[in-house]
């Protein structure tokens, strides 16, 4: 028998709209001959799922719904979730589906909420001597010098949301008379802000996933955008040039994968995850990881599970039977 697997997409951010777009390519990838495949849709005033162009509410008390056309119950087995942000990349959607015993695709709540936040994840990562960027936090209540923060971090820098993704709200700042604004365009995002050194150097991002008895890291992919950074239009607009496998060094790029691996194990990562990374003078500097990464059919994910020679179908195969 089928198993029924929800692609859950949506979210409360901004990052909806690429959320529409992974659950697309997904939806394509997955195995049509194993599952039976829905699409659920969750934003903060309803939770529906898509059966052949008909829209239903989803019985939160379980995670089903009734399909009218049988008069029948549908339960899902596994949830394959491709929410960037909350609440599907922080933790909070992991924890109701735990508490209903129900398997899905991402890592769980500690995990989520951990990457999620980036200050923090990020401070706890250069424990295990990852290099990352000099950073500061600010939550609304903070109180807070922009000559102080100018003189620590320089210029430029970049200010983003703490717990947002997609670089919505992200700003490459090059002189304090733009730092205020910077940060007020980020909380309007969410209710803290990082600020980052930048760092100059080679962009590279790293994909990894582990199943039972296997390991795999991907091949690195290079990003190159004449973009003042690798910023939303760069990320899905086109403004980039993509280079899988990346153009660096053999040592290095096995120095990065095998970081990428450690990263997944110190973080309690789980399903398929993505490491980006700066390389600034032969040194790379972490500077995030993604839980739940763009899965498009041109996202960096597939990308790079094509050059390594593998199929994404059976690869997302596996990360839904490993669960079982």
Not at 58 to 74: A, C, L, Y
Request: with cysteine; proline share 3%; hydrophobic share 35%.
């Amino acid at each position: 028998m089928k198993r029924n697997i929800a692609i859950v997409w949506g979210g409360y951010t901004s990052e909806i709209v690429v959320s529409a777009k992974s659950m697309t390519g997904i939806a394509s990838f997955l195995d049509k001959e194993k599952y039976n495949i829905y699409k659920v849709r969750i934003v903060k005033e309803e939770w529906t799922v898509d059966v052949e162009g008909s829209i239903y509410p989803i019985d939160k008390n379980d995670f089903s719904f009734v399909h009218p056309k049988h008069n029948t119950r549908i339960k899902f087995d596994f949830a394959y979730i491709t929410i960037h942000g909350s609440p599907g990349e922080d933790g909070k959607l992991q924890g109701y589906l735990d508490m209903l015993g129900m398997p899905y695709s991402t890592c769980g709540v500690t995990a989520s909420s951990l990457t999620m936040n980036k200050f923090v994840c990020n401070n706890y990562i250069k424990n295990f001597g990852v290099k990352v960027a000099d950073s500061i936090c600010l939550n609304r209540a903070s109180k807070y010098d922009i000559e102080n923060i100018a003189k620590r971090l320089g210029f430029p820098m970049f200010v983003k949301p703490n717990t947002g993704g997609s670089s919505f709200a992200t700003t490459k700042v090059k002189s304090i008379n733009q730092l205020q604004d910077a940060i007020e365009i980020s909380f309007k995002e969410t209710q803290d802000v990082i600020i980052e050194s930048f760092i100059e150097g080679t962009e590279v991002t790293c994909g990894c996933y582990k199943v039972k008895n296997k390991e795999v890291t991907l091949p690195l992919t290079e990003v190159v955008t004449t973009n003042e950074f690798f910023d939303y239009s760069a990320k899905y607009e086109g403004q980039v040039e993509e280079i899988t496998p990346a153009r660096i060094s053999e040592e290095l790029t096995t120095l990065i994968q095998q970081t990428t691996s450690k990263i997944y194990d110190h973080v309690g990562a789980k399903g398929i995850i993505r490491v980006d990374f700066i390389i600034m003078n032969g040194i790379p500097y972490m500077l995030e990881v993604n839980t739940t990464p763009g899965m498009t059919a041109t996202s960096f994910i597939p990308q790079q599970v094509r050059a390594a020679g593998l199929d994404i179908t059976k690869v997302l195969t596996e990360i839904i039977e490993n669960e079982f």
